[in-house]
Each structure stands twice: as C-alpha cells, then as structure tokens.
C-alpha cells in the first residue's frame, strides 16, 4: 500500500476545518466555486470527477486525488473509467504521472469498498 487514502481524507478534514474558521471568505468563495463547477447538466457527476482526478494526478496533488477518487467512486464511477481516466492523465502528464496514477488508482479501490 502506498498510501491510506481514507485517513489522508480524515487527516485533510480537520486542516480544511480550520481554514475554514480562519479564512472564511476565501474558503465560502472556494465551496461556492465547487458547487458551480458541479451544476450544470452538459456533464454527469461522474465525468465531473473523473476530469477532477486526472487534474489532480497531472497537479501531484495527493490530497486531490484521495476526494476525486472518492468523488468518483461516490458518482459510480467504474473501475474501466477510472483506468482510462488515469491513461489520459498520463499520456498529458508524462512519467510522473505515471506514479501518481498508480497513486489514484490505488486510492480509488481504497475509497470505493
């Protein structure tokens, strides 16, 4: 295993907790943010996530990658979705993508059992 990807969103929640106490402008403009890239109808919840978690995996953003996965798991994602997800993050992103690729998937199969 390379990570827990479930306690690194338990361990994220807590320090996204206290920024919002000690930023709560900025952190309600960022959820504000989110809720409108989710709206809309052109794209299902789920492709929403799968393009939110090959960002995160050409970012190097591990944190992201744990919510994306677990966002795309949550929307229905599938295991074949999420392969040919992390296979367009990696032809965009090169050879670290590749190890963060091994990363998402990885968190994934953690958050969807």
């Not at 919510?67 to 990696?90: D, F, N, P, V």
Request: glycine share 8%; charged share 20%.
């Amino acid at each position: 295993m390379i990570e827990d990807w479930k306690k690194l969103i338990e361990n994220m929640n807590g320090g996204v907790k206290s920024l919002r106490q000690e930023a709560p402008g900025v952190m309600k403009s960022f959820s504000d943010m989110a809720r409108s890239a989710h709206a809309g109808e052109a794209l299902d919840p789920a492709t929403k996530e799968l393009i939110a978690l090959a960002i995160s995996v050409a970012t190097r953003c591990q944190p992201c990658i744990a919510y994306h996965a677990e966002g795309a798991a949550k929307a229905g994602a599938t295991r074949e979705q999420i392969s040919e997800t992390l296979g367009m993050a990696i032809y965009m992103g090169a050879g670290p993508s590749v190890m963060y690729a091994a990363k998402a998937f990885e968190a994934f199969e953690q958050v969807s059992q």
